[in-house]
């Protein structure tokens, strides 16, 4: 186990639905990232979080947000997706989001279909 | 683009074999960074080599940096069936604030018994 934990593991929703991804991390990190992750594509930075401010948002469209109520907890709220949007989502934390030595720790992902 | 890309997209060896995986990019560096992926879980961290470093060892993996040919190469020694994983290489950029990592499309490691 790396710390992150991840929920669910599996989703399968509508293309009206609205449904969250959580993440949660037991490392004491400060920062905190989702990534899509769409076969033969390299891995897609959608947001990240330091100390629970959003500092980059990747042009990614309205209809994912995130949300960081706390340094230990990450979401991301959907609705109105599309099948493009497909994928598995990973979420990492690393102790902080500045530069140097950023080694990211990774959660077992959510496998999101979209109908 | 930014992010680094690995050579070859797939790798087929028998247990035993040594694996070496390559990866490219195009900015200057803080540091590289490999990470593994087992099938449909996430990534985990390997090792991480600095731009002033040239070779790192962790167990059975080698890794080397050539910041003048912006490359960067992964060895595993003595390949086992467990090593069968999808392998990324990820880049910091130089002067990074946010620690930003940028990583390839991977290689697919298969090791048969």
């Known amino acids: 186990e790396t710390g992150v934990t991840q929920t669910p593991r599996h989703l399968v929703m509508g293309m009206t639905n609205k449904k969250s991804l959580k993440c949660e991390q037991h490392?004491?990190?400060?920062?905190m990232y989702w990534y899509k992750q769409s076969a033969k594509k390299p891995l897609e930075l959608m947001f990240v979080?330091?100390?629970?401010?959003?500092?980059e948002n990747n042009s990614v469209p309205s209809r994912f947000s995130p949300e960081c109520p706390n340094s230990s907890h990450l979401f991301l709220h959907l609705h109105t997706l599309q099948p493009e949007d497909s994928a598995l989502y990973l979420c990492?934390?690393?102790?902080?989001?500045?530069?140097?030595?950023?080694?990211?720790?990774f959660g077992a992902g959510t496998r999101l279909s979209v109908l | 683009s930014q992010q680094g890309e690995e050579d070859p997209q797939a790798l087929s060896i028998q247990e035993g074999e040594n694996a070496t995986m390559n990866c490219s990019y195009k900015?200057?560096?803080?540091?590289l960074q490999w990470y593994r992926q087992n099938s449909g879980r996430g990534l985990v961290h390997l090792i991480l080599?600095?731009?002033?470093?040239r070779e790192k060892h962790s167990g059975r993996l080698r890794v080397t940096l050539d910041t003048s040919k912006k490359s960067s190469s992964l060895l595993i020694t003595a390949s086992r069936a467990a090593d069968t994983a999808s392998y990324f290489c990820?880049?910091?950029?130089?002067?990074?604030?946010?620690?930003?990592?940028?990583f390839g499309r991977g290689t697919q490691l298969t090791v048969w018994p």
């Open positions: 990492a934390s690393s102790p902080s989001a500045s530069g140097g030595r950023n080694i990211q720790y």
């Open positions: 490392l004491g990190h400060n920062a």
């Open positions: 979080y330091s100390l629970e401010e959003r500092v």
């Open positions: 900015t200057s560096i803080n540091n």
């Open positions: 080599i600095r731009s002033n470093e």
């Open positions: 990820a880049t910091e950029d130089r002067g990074s604030t946010l620690g930003r990592l940028y």
